[in-house]
């Protein structure tokens, strides 16, 4: 899934086009480090894959999966993230490459 935006903007709205990318630079700088409490609160304490709900106490055993693999890859929406348990997260990556193609749009 890629979220294309146009990067040219009609006339009269380029001052804004440039705040906008600004923020977004300072957003995405300061959301890498701090991804995971954002993905938690996001998608909430639980495993998107099992179920299973987490609480304050034991929430460190869920941890936060990058959908497309790329740890870099952090938008403050969420889109690439999900919250799995450790043993469904190790379970998602043992599959290797082609629990990939199967994620991917189509269904
Ligand atoms: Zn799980
Ligand atoms: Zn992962």
């Known amino acids: 899934m890629r979220n294309k935006r146009p990067i040219k903007v009609k006339k009269g709205a380029n001052t804004r086009s440039v705040a906008d990318i600004v923020k977004e630079l300072k957003q995405s700088s300061?959301?890498?480090?701090?991804y995971r409490q954002q993905s938690l609160k996001i998608h909430g304490l639980i495993c998107a894959?099992?179920?299973?709900e987490f609480d304050?106490?034991?929430?460190?055993?869920l941890t936060v999966h990058h959908k497309d693999?790329?740890?870099?890859?952090?938008?403050?929406?969420?889109?690439?993230w999900e919250n799995l348990c450790a043993y469904c997260h190790e379970d998602e990556h043992s599959r290797g490459l082609l629990g990939d193609y199967f994620t991917s749009d189509k269904r």
């Open 56 to 61: 304050l106490k034991n929430q460190n055993l």
């Open 30 to 34: 300061s959301f890498s480090g701090n």
């Open 69 to 80: 693999g790329d740890h870099k890859n952090n938008p403050p929406d969420g889109s690439n």
């Open 49 to 52: 894959k099992c179920g299973r």
